[in-house]
């Protein structure tokens, strides 16, 4: 078995894969967002090659718990993602995560356009790894 992290973006869609004893999460790939809907393809394309069986979308929620406008798309984007995959896709919580990207990437000296094009995937490798460790018995 294999879960799919996404960490959704209007630009840009950061994917990441775990492995198939669903304890690691590894940072894979970043989608960029078309308004012809051909994204979905790219995630569709990934989801197959990697043999996923379950999708996780990081929620935005406010800092106070709140569903604010952002959460809500995220809400109505991942419905429609479940329908396009044929997949069960859970929301989970992803406060502070894009945060905790940008301090990984400048930690390891990773600055400017090279960071723009490799944290939206670091946060979703982030969302991934928390909700695998929150299955972990």
Known sequence: MRIMGIDYGTKRIGVAVSDPSCTMAHPLDIVLVREDGSHIESLRKIARDYQVDRVVVGLPFNMDGDMGESALKVARWSEDLCR??????????????????????????????????????????IILKSYLDARQP
Do not use: F, N, Y
């Open 84 to 125: 396009q995959l044929d997949l069960p896709v859970e929301l989970w919580d992803e406060r502070l995560t894009t945060s905790e990207a940008h301090e990984i990437l400048m930690h390891l000296k990773v600055k400017g356009p090279k960071r723009r094009q490799i944290v939206d995937k670091i946060a979703a490798s």
